[in-house]
Nanobody, 118 residues
Framework: QVQLVESGGGLVQAGGSLRLSCATSGRTFSNYVMGWFRQAPGKEREFVAR????????AYADSVKGRFTISRDNAKNTVYLQMNSLKPEDTAVYYC???????????WGQGTQVTVSS
């Protein structure tokens, strides 16, 4: 089992920045691909970013490319999402997730709310 706890959400004005953190415990963090997802009210959950085990390979949704950066610190068992130039449409609950092989994410955090005011 892997436990995931997100933090760092909040209210920010458009154009501002936030840094989300996801602290993990349980199995060996460095073995897992880590991802960030988000879900806005009335919408389905969508992929935001992911980072592979070594931290060198990342991928982003087109909607956040160039504004968000995913990173990880395997020594601290933590993954981060730096969000810059935030827009009102970035408002959502943000979730971190972990997967060990396969295409499906096996473990999810409880989510942290990000609200961007215009």
């Amino acid at each position: 089992q892997v436990q995931l706890v997100e933090s760092g959400g909040g209210l920010v004005q458009a154009g501002g920045s936030l840094r989300l953190s996801c602290a993990t415990s349980g199995r060996t963090f460095s073995n897992y691909v880590m991802g960030w997802f988000r879900q806005a009210p009335g919408k389905e959950r969508e992929f935001v970013a992911r980072i592979r085990q070594g931290g060198l390979s990342t991928a982003y949704a087109d909607s956040v490319k160039g504004r968000f950066t995913i990173s990880r610190d395997n020594a601290k068992n933590t993954v981060y999402l730096q969000m810059n130039s935030l827009k009102p449409e970035d408002t959502a609950v943000y979730y971190c997730a972990a997967k060990y092989g396969g295409s499906e994410y096996n473990y999810w955090g409880q989510g942290t709310q990000v609200t961007v005011s215009s």
